[in-house]
């Protein structure tokens, strides 16, 4: 089990790699997290949903993801409060406080789905979430030693030494945890290294000597992380391009924004700069295409959307005569109305939408979580992916059919050809549908491109330069 000095130290990457190394290696190999909170969600074989970064550790294993892989997911709302998925399927919406007193009933939730994901495998490689430091949330714990001191797991913590301060990080989890769960840990990793990794040898010494915990490693700042899909938001912080900049995809930062990676193959083209615009900054003019992704709470964002002065600058866009794309719930802000009557996401009630696609949504009940194929209607073509969300979207005007499964339209577009919207995550996976999809809006289209096979072989170069850096040899021991 791989846990952290903290979140967004490299665990869900670390994951990944280690499970490519031994899978290359002849093992049969199985990722697992218990407890994780994301809004970028995947559908598993089961029709469920785990997060997005298990789907990518299971692509790394070579096997199909299952809802076991990620039997508790908690997908942020709110603030303070949660929509809950056990097992894949959805179980409510919680507060912190009401999560916090769900948690016996979970951890055997957990349990149960780790001994489904162990029965196929030589190795389980699971995926902490935060520290383990946080003691002053240990109570209850199911995510962390929580889950490793009942199933004795030993454990590899991991250290972020870009963002400074990795030895006292270190040593200072070594400090707080009590005597069995430090027991628990039998090495360290130092990740995220930039320069000359010699140049702290002093200081792997330093943390072994302080915790008898043996270091595995320094892995180096890697470029190739870059071409796989992110896990949260919190990446977004930094840049997501593909290196160039003469045609510009814009894509604004929701407040819960949701299934962002839905644009990571839009960066495949050394010419496409793809940019998230943070809040508070405006959608450049210079943009071709505007993308609005999707996100766990509508009309929340919606209104978030507004204020940060975003639907005049998509209006001004769409009246240059340049494309508009909404996804799940950017398809339904496209619209003229998205009504909450019962509370499904949120405080009852309704907003007017952008106003850009004649359509309308409810957000009710069951919510929809499937794989789908659908089918362009203009060229024909296959369009893989999955669909996750609330609600029913109906045309109520001159919106025209876009993409469409067993006869179910789940996707429109304005009789001009400017403004698409859809309920297809993934959409631009294939890599057939993607070049149809730019060429037709103007951007570069280069044949032969692929993005499964990017990701693939991004996961290949990942192994290999954990294989360089790390002493499996020592871990498997």
């Known amino acids: 089990m791989l846990q952290g000095t903290g979140s967004d130290v490299g665990k869900s990457v670390l994951v990944a790699g280690l499970c490519r190394v031994m899978v290359e290696r002849g093992l049969s190999v199985r990722p ?60 409510g919406t919680s507060v912190a406080a009401e999560f916090n007193r769900k948690k016996p009933e979970l951890l055997a939730k957990v349990l149960e789905s780790f001994e489904a994901v162990s029965d196929e495998a030589d190795l389980v490689i699971i995926e902490g979430a935060g520290s383990p430091a946080e003691v002053n949330l240990r109570d209850g714990d199911i995510a962390n030693m929580g889950f490793a001191l009942p199933t004795r797991t030993p454990v590899v913590l991991v ?17 707080i945890l009590p005597p069995a769960e430090r027991d628990l840990v039998r090495g360290f990793i130092v990740n995220k290294f930039r320069g000359d990794a010699a140049l702290f040898d002093e200081g792997m010494r330093i943390i072994e000597e302080r915790t008898g915990w043996t270091g595995y490693g320094v892995v180096p700042f890697l470029p190739v992380v870059t071409r796989l899909p992110a896990e949260d938001a919190v990446v977004l912080e930094g840049p997501r391009t593909g290196g160039g900049s003469r045609y510009v995809i814009a894509v ?10 839905d644009a990571d193959p839009l960066r495949l083209h050394p010419e496409i700069d793809l940019r998230f615009i943070p809040p508070g900054r405006a959608i450049p003019s210079e943009a071709d295409l ?5 996100t766990k709470s509508t009309i929340a964002d919606l209104r978030f959307l507004r204020a940060q002065g975003w639907e005049r600058d998509i209006h001004e ?7 508009v794309i909404g996804l799940c719930g950017g398809y ?23 106003g850009l696609l004649a359509v309308t949504t409810a957000l009710e009940s069951p919510k929809t ?58 959409l631009f996976l294939d890599d057939r549908f993607r070049e ?23 996961l290949d170069k990942l192994a290999e330069a954990l294989e360089e850096h790390l002493d499996i040899e020592a871990m498997l021991a």
Not at 252 to 261: C, K, V, W
């Open 32 to 91: 697992f997290k218990p407890q994780n909170m994301s809004n970028n969600a995947a559908v598993a074989v089961e029709g469920g949903e785990i997060g997005r970064a298990q789907w990518l550790q299971a692509l790394a294993c070579r096997v199909p993801p299952s809802v076991h892989m990620n039997p508790v997911l908690i997908k942020p709302e709110s603030d303070i409060g949660a929509q809950l998925v056990v097992q894949g399927q959805a179980a």
């Open 159 to 175: 250290g972020d030494i870009d963002r400074g301060g990795v030895i006292a990080a270190l040593v200072g989890t070594h400090a």
């Open 252 to 261: 604004p930062m929701l407040s819960r924004i949701a299934n962002f990676d």
């Open 290 to 294: 505007v993308i609005i992704p999707g």
């Open 317 to 323: 866009h769409r009246a240059a005569g340049k494309p």
């Open 332 to 354: 339904q802000m496209l619209g003229t109305v998205v009504a909450d009557p019962d509370g499904t996401e949120g405080p009852p009630g309704e907003e007017r939408g952008l």
């Open 369 to 426: 979580v499937r794989t789908v194929v659908a089918q362009e209607v203009r060229s024909g073509l296959d369009v893989p992916g999955y669909e996750i969300h609330c609600g029913r979207t109906d045309v109520a005007g001159s919106a025209e059919p876009f993409l469409s499964v067993d006869g179910e339209v789940v996707g429109v577009r304005s009789p001009d050809g400017l403004v698409y919207g859809a309920y297809v995550h993934g």
């Open 436 to 458: 149809d999809m730019l060429g037709r809006l103007g951007l570069p289209v280069e044949a032969g491109l692929s993005y499964r096979t990017a990701v693939d072989n991004a």
